[in-house]
């Protein structure tokens, strides 16, 4: 089946993606404020000059706090400890927003956010598109085009679009939780894979229980590997 694109930047449109990264579990109680802040920041797009691509990524080590977050993943939980090392801090907490790989901010600051991202907004990004992006059955089958860049890599990710879960323990028990962009797979591919080559990832199993017909954002972004910058970045939206 066809994917229908969201708006990759492209003149006369002059604003850069910026990608916005939320490490969130549906065990804390401060994240849903979070939450809520990167989903209107992916509808309104309130940052003049910035087209956010926005992925919550939901860590384990609060899934022994009473409630399992269905959405939590190990590899989202090594990847935020990249972050910790990265930007010199003492540990992991949540909810943490990372943006373009250079900033990070408290989740639920609105006004740091929006200067994180319109700060990012500022530097320039190369152009990175995706092609013939399709599911396979289990799989999504894509390519993607832009720059080859030896000293980065290239990331792409499936999220669930829209996912929500009822909280019958731990501290948000009893709340109806809401999320966007869920991290569901993520898998780094070489600095030569946008060329045009034919990339795929597996998606079996990729949506929540109940949310099997929704859309599946295809996000992918190539990153320095000594700095962690974004360089580029692209999103489509696949139906099924």
Same mark, same amino acid.
């Given at each position: 089946?066809?994917?229908?694109?969201?708006?990759?930047?492209?003149?006369?449109?002059?604003?850069?993606?910026?990608?916005?990264?939320?490490?969130?579990?549906?065990?804390?109680?401060?994240?849903?404020?979070?939450?809520?802040?990167?989903?209107?920041?992916?509808?309104?797009?309130?940052?003049?000059?910035?087209?956010?691509?926005?992925?919550?990524?939901?860590?384990?080590?609060?899934?022994?706090?009473?409630?399992?977050?269905?959405?939590?993943?190990?590899?989202?939980?090594?990847?935020?400890?990249?972050?910790?090392?990265?930007?010199?801090?003492?540990?992991?907490?949540?909810?943490?927003?990372?943006?373009?790989?250079?900033?990070?901010?408290?989740?639920?600051?609105?006004?740091?956010?929006?200067?994180?991202?319109?700060?990012?907004?500022?530097?320039?990004?190369?152009?990175?598109?995706?092609?013939?992006?399709?599911?396979?059955?289990?799989?999504?089958?894509?390519?993607?085009?832009?720059?080859?860049?030896?000293?980065?890599?290239?990331?792409?990710?499936?999220?669930?679009?829209?996912?929500?879960?009822?909280?019958?323990?731990?501290?948000?028990?009893?709340?109806?939780?809401?999320?966007?962009?869920?991290?569901?797979?993520?898998?780094? =591919?070489?600095? @030569?894979?946008?060329? %045009? #080559?034919? !990339? &795929?990832? $597996?998606?079996?199993?990729? /949506?929540?229980?109940?949310?099997?017909?929704?859309?599946?954002?295809?996000?992918? =972004?190539?990153? @320095?590997?000594?700095? %962690? #910058?974004? !360089? &580029?970045? $692209?999103?489509?939206?696949? /139906?099924?």
């Amino acid at each position: 089946m066809a994917a229908t694109a969201f708006a990759q930047p492209s003149p006369p449109d002059s604003r850069r993606p910026v990608l916005v990264e939320l490490f969130t579990s549906e065990g804390c109680s401060d994240c849903p404020p979070a939450d809520a802040l990167l989903a209107r920041l992916d509808a309104t797009q309130f940052v003049p000059g910035a087209r956010a691509i926005v992925l919550s990524e939901h860590v384990t080590y609060w899934d022994h706090q009473g409630w399992r977050d269905p959405f939590s993943l190990e590899e989202m939980t090594s990847r935020q400890e990249q972050y910790v090392h990265r930007f010199g801090l003492d540990s992991s907490y949540t909810p943490q927003m990372v943006v373009d790989g250079v900033s990070q901010l408290v989740g639920n600051n609105a006004q740091a956010l929006n200067h994180a991202v319109a700060s990012a907004a500022q530097e320039p990004k190369k152009l990175l598109t995706i092609e013939d992006a399709q599911f396979n059955r289990d799989t999504v089958q894509f390519s993607v085009r832009g720059g080859v860049d030896t000293d980065a890599r290239l990331i792409a990710v499936l999220a669930e679009n829209t996912t929500h879960s009822e909280v019958a323990r731990g501290e948000n028990a009893g709340r109806t939780l809401h999320h966007v962009a869920v991290v569901r797979v993520m898998k780094e =591919f070489g600095s @030569d894979a946008v060329d %045009g #080559r034919k !990339l &795929s990832l $597996a998606a079996k199993g990729v /949506s929540h229980e109940g949310d099997a017909k929704d859309p599946i954002r295809l996000v992918v =972004f190539q990153v @320095d590997h000594r700095s %962690g #910058r974004v !360089l &580029s970045a $692209a999103e489509q939206t696949l /139906s099924r």
